[in-house]
């Protein structure tokens, strides 16, 4: 609990108010410490206010930034004495003209009716002037109404505040230890009509509240190491919850786990032998059911000796290293049209329901036109459910259709949760947001990545109408209207088969938090970008300093870890330097 506070106002009458709510902390911004601040003199303040959550950053939504160079506006100064002084009364009524609508409108009434400001118009007084940058003269008559400092004490504290108007603040600022002058290391100057930045501001305020300056972590950048070689074609990698055991899929048919860092002998599960190994077929995905700690199942998802796609249901034998065999039971088939645009990957959905990623069925430029048809389940994302059957009479059809789906009752596959795909190569949902990360492989331009909350049924994702936001049948004029476009896309100078990752969430690595890292197989490097629904696409960053990773078949995750698998048998994890 902070201690309580008194708020001098000088309005013909001295207005004392009492404090005694403590502020809440706030999260600190990856790392524990803004981006653009590391080194400066005062990043220790920034980082003692920001705990305190008196600051939320200068670049919204981030906010991993503080932009201490920064000159403070006056409307800025209000918000941050505000959440510093746990002001809650606005007295209800509206102080200023100027200010209507604007989003510091609250904070500048909370501070005139604590009698802090007293408005930029004298005598009127009916403005605030939000927009204006603050000297630091007028912002020690801020903080001495704000504070209540009093008694100055005897002596002329600074040399070059003789003539100002708020000598009197100034120098009960410095008896309050709140300013420790301008001019190091003597410090016998105040300059009270340079400008307050914004990095100053963090150490007045820090000093005014008590705040220990804080030492901020290391902010770390990544690096790659390597944790087994020798696989066969990895694709895929996913670990029960809870579970330190990797599991890694291997395209010819087989389940490899890793544990301790070593790969165990025999294999968790090999159905080789019902596995095509075309180019783009094979053992594709795996998905551990939400209650495997209790039930044992699991899923995979592959393509069969008949060139078909098809997800099928396993459960772990009395050996938690070893699946049973046996225990296969049909879920979903899917006829392919040709040997390529598989997609394959599988995942469970926030509300436990199944999520299977199918391409157009190959052939080049989607010949059969299964993008834009929902009566296909090609080129699509379905969503299913695996803990019942709606289909008894079919032997193929072992699920149920989740109610909420897009087109059930209308035109359109029940299954089908969005559609428009070409080939959707990994994808992901960031648990934190919510959003739904789809990395869909390109025709002969373009490669991109789609994201879109993943509650959002019906999404059309515009192939073959679009090649990323480009037109590909019709070549041009076409309409993009219904369609969502991608976030991020690049042409052939970058590469030539997107490979869809993960947004990072672990803690080790902090210069990625928040990033969705992903990487193209031809190219060999890692790619990352964060992504917010208001503000778009930031820090897209293409990766060199780290070198080429090899040709990346897929990512995983396992607790806060993001691996990288490579097709010449390496998984490899992302770590800091």
Excluded at 195 to 201: A, I, Y
Excluded at 415 to 429: D, H, K, M, Q, T
Excluded at 555 to 567: E, R, W
Aim: hydrophobic share 35%; with cysteine; glycine share 14%.
């Amino acid at each position: 609990m902070r201690t309580m506070r008194y708020v001098l106002a000088t309005t013909f009458a001295i207005l004392i108010v009492s404090l005694a709510t403590a502020a809440s902390a706030a999260t600190l911004p990856p790392g524990g410490s803004f981006t653009d601040d590391d080194g400066n003199v005062h990043e220790g303040n920034i980082e003692a206010i920001a705990d305190e959550g008196i600051t939320k950053g200068c670049n919204p939504p981030w906010n991993d930034e503080y932009c201490p160079g920064n000159n403070v506006t006056r409307a800025q100064m209000a918000a941050m004495m505000v959440r510093a002084l746990d002001l809650t009364d606005d007295g209800g009524k509206d102080w200023f003209v100027d200010d209507d609508g604007t989003w510091y409108e609250d904070s500048a009434n909370k501070l005139a009716q604590a009698g802090i400001t007293r408005g930029c118009n004298p005598p009127d007084n009916d403005e605030f002037c939000g927009g204006d940058t603050i000297t630091r003269g007028q912002f020690a008559a801020f903080m001495v109404r704000g504070y209540g400092y009093t008694d100055p004490g005897p002596g002329d504290w600074f040399i070059d505040d003789d003539t100002s108007i708020f000598e009197g603040d100034i120098d009960r600022l410095a008896t309050a230890g709140v300013t420790l002058g301008c001019n190091p290391p003597d410090n016998t100057k105040y300059c009270p009509d340079g400008k307050v930045r914004r990095d100053q501001l963090a150490s007045f305020l820090g000093r005014a509240e008590g705040l220990t300056a804080m030492v901020p972590p290391v902010r770390t950048t990544p690096e790659i190491e390597t944790v087994v070689t020798g696989l066969s074609g990895p694709v895929f990698l996913t670990s029960p919850e809870g579970d330190d055991r990797l599991f890694v899929v291997e395209k010819g048919g087989r389940i490899k786990i890793i544990d301790g860092g070593s790969v165990l002998g025999t294999p968790f599960l090999d159905i080789s032998t019902l596995v095509s190994g075309g180019s783009e077929q094979g053992l594709l995905g795996m998905a551990f059911h939400p209650d495997y700690a209790t039930n044992g199942r699991f899923y995979v998802s592959y393509t069969d000796k008949g060139d078909d796609s098809r997800i099928v249901e396993y459960e772990v034998s009395g050996d938690p290293n070893t699946a049973n065999p046996s225990s296969a039971r049909n879920i979903l088939e899917v006829s392919q049209f040709a040997r390529n645009h598989n997609g394959g990957m599988i995942m469970f959905d926030q509300t436990g329901h199944l999520l299977f990623g199918l391409g157009d069925g190959g052939g080049g430029g989607d010949p059969e036109e299964h993008g834009q048809n929902r009566n296909t389940l090609l080129g699509s994302m379905l969503r299913i459910g695996v803990d019942g059957d709606d289909f008894p009479s079919d032997s193929g059809r072992n699920y149920t259709i989740p109610s909420d789906n897009p087109f059930v009752s209308s035109s359109g596959a029940d299954e089908i949760w969005a559609y428009g795909l070409r080939n959707p190569w990994r994808f992901s949902v960031d648990t934190e947001t919510g959003l739904l990360y789809i990395a869909d492989v390109g025709q002969n331009r373009f490669e991109e990545v789609n994201v879109a909350p993943a509650d959002e049924a019906g999404i059309n994702y515009g192939w073959d109408i679009l090649e990323a936001s480009t037109c590909f049948e019709p070549s041009s004029g076409c309409s993009t209207s219904g369609i969502r476009l991608p976030v991020i896309e690049y042409g052939r100078s970058g590469g030539c088969s997107v490979t869809g990752g993960y947004v990072y969430r672990g803690s080790e690595v902090t210069q990625l938090i928040g990033h969705y890292v992903y990487a193209d197989y031809c190219r060999g490097v890692l790619r990352s970008f964060r992504y917010h629904p208001t503000a778009g696409v930031d820090s897209p960053k293409v990766w060199n300093e780290l070198g080429s990773v090899g040709s990346v078949t897929s990512f995983g995750i396992s607790g806060d870890d993001l691996y990288i698998l490579t097709i010449d048998g390496k998984v490899m994890r992302l770590t800091a330097s």
